[in-house]
Nanobody, 120 residues
Framework: QVQLVESGGGLVQPGGSLRLSCTAS????????MGWYRQAPGKQREYVAT???????NYTDSVKGRFTISRDNPMNTIYLQMNSLKPEDTAVYYC??????????????WGQGTQVTVSS
């Protein structure tokens, strides 16, 4: 079994910061690209940022300059440092990873999501 566990969400005022974490665990051979997606109420899930195993990053335009994705390969963990948060960043944030498991099976995994609310 492979699972992704997120943490770090919460309530923050506009302009504030939060740091999300996501750790992959279980019967893992290798963790490849990992990333963050978010889903606001009444909207479709959207891409936020990804980071490859060799630490190449990509961001959606709306978070560039405010969010930073990073990775600890030995710990199979990624982070999302979110600064200058805006009310429109309010959403459930989901971690995603492409993982090669020890036992043949699916290689696309999602976390359970963590709520981020930006409000005064």
């Amino acid at each position: 079994q492979v699972q992704l566990v997120e943490s770090g969400g919460g309530l923050v005022q506009p302009g504030g910061s939060l740091r999300l974490s996501c750790t992959a665990s279980g019967s893992i051979f290798r963790v490849n690209t990992m990333g963050w997606y978010r889903q606001a109420p009444g909207k479709q899930r959207e891409y936020v940022a990804t980071i490859t195993r060799d630490l190449s990053t990509n961001y959606t335009d709306s978070v560039k300059g405010r969010f930073t994705i990073s990775r600890d390969n030995p710990m199979n963990t990624i982070y999302l440092q979110m600064n200058s948060l805006k009310p429109e960043d309010t959403a459930v944030y989901y971690c995603h990873a492409y993982i090669i498991p020890l036992i043949t099976g699916t290689n696309s995994y999602w976390g359970q999501g963590t709520q981020v609310t930006v409000s005064s």
